[in-house]
């Protein structure tokens, strides 16, 4: 078993809390960690239930804020259409992951894990009039 750690960061040098997440097997591609990921995000806020949703993709009818997207009312957010949101963010190159520093470009690609491992999740921001 490993303890994995995730990090969200921006190209504007914007860096999250890391957060950590244990995982029972030494090899996963990284379709299947941004799956994890995404699960444990949708579970975390449908057990707290906070105002606002934090989580690598934006849910569907939300409003972004600071530090993540708000609801219009409270609703349950669905994990597998979040995860697809997530393939596709990847796919458009809305995000790109890093694992210990070495870039992962595609999502079938296999990634030995072990204690301590971090996975970055950089997002892209756009350029101001680019």
């Known amino acids: 078993m490993a303890t994995v750690s995730f990090v969200d960061e921006t190209t504007a040098g914007d860096r999250s809390e ?44 939300t409003e972004r804020t600071l530090n993540g997207w708000r609801l219009p009312k409270h609703r349950r957010v669905d994990a597998e259409e979040q995860f697809s949101r997530a393939v596709e963010a990847f796919g458009r190159n809305g995000f790109v992951v890093l694992v210990d520093d070495r870039q992962i470009e595609d999502l079938d690609s296999e990634i030995e894990l072990r204690n301590g491992t971090e996975i970055s999740f950089l997002k892209l921001v756009p350029l101001v009039g680019g």
């Open 18 to 61: 890391a957060w950590h997440l244990e995982i029972f097997e030494e090899r996963l591609t990284l379709r299947e960690v941004i799956r994890r990921r995404v699960f444990q995000e949708v579970a975390e806020y449908h057990a707290r239930q906070p105002e606002v949703f934090h989580g690598l993709v934006q849910p569907g009818d």
